[in-house]
């Protein structure tokens, strides 16, 4: 069984910086893509983040040169340093990974439980 398990969210003013954690565990043979999506009240979840086994890295155009999304291949994790926040970005915060349990078998999706990151003053 697969779980994803997500820390680092809070509390900021704008201006200001959070990092955000997730630890893939469970019976993986190999991770593909992790990443970070968001959700706000009243909208849709949104692609924050993502980056590939061969560290290709994908941002939405509100987040460019702000966050930086990097993993950690021997933990299994995933990390989004989030700088210069915004009211904008407060939302709960959810990582994703499309990873193989096995090797020859199908590439499922996986997501966390949420962590929320609030940007006000």
């Known amino acids: 069984q697969v779980q994803l398990v997500e820390s680092g969210g809070g509390l900021v003013q704008p201006g200001g910086s959070l990092r955000l954690s997730c630890a893939a565990s469970?019976?993986?043979?190999?991770?593909?893509?992790m990443g970070w999506y968001r959700q706000a009240p009243g909208k849709e979840r949104e692609l924050v983040a993502t980056?590939?086994?061969?560290?290709?890295?994908n941002y939405a155009d509100s987040v460019k040169g702000r966050f930086t999304i990097s993993r950690d291949y021997a933990q299994s994790a995933v990390y989004l340093q989030m700088n210069s926040l915004k009211p904008e970005d407060t939302a709960v915060y959810y990582c994703?990974?499309?990873?193989?349990?096995?090797?020859?078998?199908?590439?499922?999706?996986?997501w966390g439980q949420g962590t929320q990151v609030t940007v006000s003053s």
């Open positions: 469970g019976s993986i043979f190999s991770i593909d893509v």
């Open positions: 994703y990974a499309a990873l193989r349990v096995r090797r020859i078998g199908p590439r499922n999706n996986y």
């Open positions: 980056i590939t086994s061969g560290d290709s890295t």
